[in-house]
């Protein structure tokens, strides 16, 4: 016996049990690789992905739509049932 409380060793070895997850989680994923992104495509048919960590502001006026402004760019999205489209985005 180690002298610990039932309830030491339960926390003791669920934290053991934890760390393994986490480290196996970091080894096997590649989300810690990519950089989280709005992917938009242009009418042209362009395709720009602009990241979350640069935006600044997100504002949703139904008459205007949603305009996002980043450090470098402002994206005006039009259209109609843009509701869901904003509470994504934010």
Request: hydrophobic letters at 30%; proline letters at 3%; glycine letters at 6%.
């Amino acid at each position: 016996m180690t002298g610990d409380s039932f309830l030491d060793q339960y926390f003791n070895e669920s934290r053991r049990r934890d760390q393994q997850t986490d480290s196996k989680r970091r080894r096997s994923s590649v989300a810690g690789a990519y950089v989280a992104t709005l992917d938009l495509r242009l009418a042209s048919g362009t395709r720009v992905a602009l990241p979350y960590s640069t935006l600044l502001k997100t504002t949703f006026d139904p008459s205007t739509g949603i305009t996002l402004e980043y450090s470098t760019d402002t994206v005006t999205i039009t259209g109609r049932r843009l509701g869901p489209i904003y509470k994504a985005i934010a």
